[in-house]
């Protein structure tokens, strides 16, 4: 992976480790609605440049598809399950980004460690869901299946941009600006225009989500993908939900419960154990770096 790729991917991550703590605040709030807004204000980083409406039209399918269907769901899952259970299910995106990966692209097969770590990670999105024992908690279950289905598309999205002919960065953000506004007009069309007057706060809110994890953070992991190796942009993606987690439950007061703590584990060891390859070439680059002679 290139060192362009990896500063991107890096600063995405740090980015969205925001985005469940800004978005929880605002679960209040129709998720249709505030995902529109907050994506309408992300497009604004970069919709102004001309090169941001001169992508091929699948560009813009796909981009308004894949970032309106994710980010109504994952507002969705907050408004309708605990926040941290949410959380962690959406986030089996970057297994997902592992395990789909041949077959969004020719060269990569999988092996025994990537369908292992599948099992793990899914076993962990099942501890999730069966929190009673083995049967789901049907009070949450619609918020839990809002959340799997974010990180399902989220994953195609990702997997689908490197099928796509080449396309400026910014065109990220025009379709975040389109996006937004299909997704305000169809709320407006259900609810009426009075339903737009929200308090202040939660304007400031999604104005912080629209500049941010909804707005540059776009743009950088567009950038990551396009200039690096999904496995191994997967795989630094697992720090996000731990990040994301620690910031609600400092910022937010949300609790983990020993049951979300095992799930948690047991996600992070399918994708560790998925991402085997990726960090045994990390470390043997590491062993090889500490080991060049010094130059006299």
């Known amino acids: 992976m290139t060192l362009r790729a990896l500063l991107a991917a890096s600063f995405t991550i740090t980015v969205w480790a925001s985005l469940a703590l800004l978005t929880d605040r605002v679960s209040h709030l129709p998720p249709v609605l505030a995902s ?43 408004g309708l399950a605990p926040a941290v259970e949410a959380n962690l299910l959406q986030y089996l995106w970057p297994l997902l980004i592992v395990i789909l990966s041949p077959v969004f692209m020719s060269g990569y097969r999988l092996r025994l460690p990537h369908i292992a770590g599948a099992v793990l ?35 195609i999205y990702s997997l689908g941009c490197r099928r796509l002919p080449p396309f400026p960065t910014s065109a990220i953000a025009a379709c975040c600006l389109i996006a937004g506004a299909l997704a ?56 996000t939900p731990l990040l994301s987690t620690l910031l609600l439950m400092l910022f ?35 062993g090889r770096v500490h080991t060049l002679p010094s130059s006299n």
């Open 121 to 155: 990670g899914f076993s962990g999105a099942a501890l999730i869901i069966g929190a009673d024992g083995i049967s789901p908690n049907a009070h949450y279950v619609s918020g839990y299946l809002c959340a799997i289905a974010a990180a399902v598309i989220w994953a």
């Open 36 to 78: 529109g807004i907050a994506l309408m204000v992300g497009g604004t980083v970069g919709a102004w440049q001309r090169q941001a409406w001169q992508a091929p039209r699948a560009t813009y399918v796909l981009g308004v598809a894949g970032l309106l269907g994710y980010h109504a769901l994952l507002f969705a899952a907050f």
């Open 252 to 286: 937010n007061d949300r609790a983990m419960t020993p049951h979300s703590f095992m799930a948690m584990c047991t996600i992070f060891a399918g994708a560790a154990l998925g991402n085997m390859d990726v960090i045994r070439g990390l470390w043997h680059r590491r």
């Open 184 to 239: 305000v007009i169809w709320h407006t069309a259900q609810h009426g225009v009075q339903s737009l007057a929200l308090e202040r706060s939660d304007w400031g809110l999604l104005v912080l989500l629209g500049l941010g994890p909804m707005g540059v953070a776009f743009l950088t992991w567009d950038i990551a993908l396009k200039h690096g190796d999904p496995r191994s942009i997967g795989a630094l993606a697992y720090l």
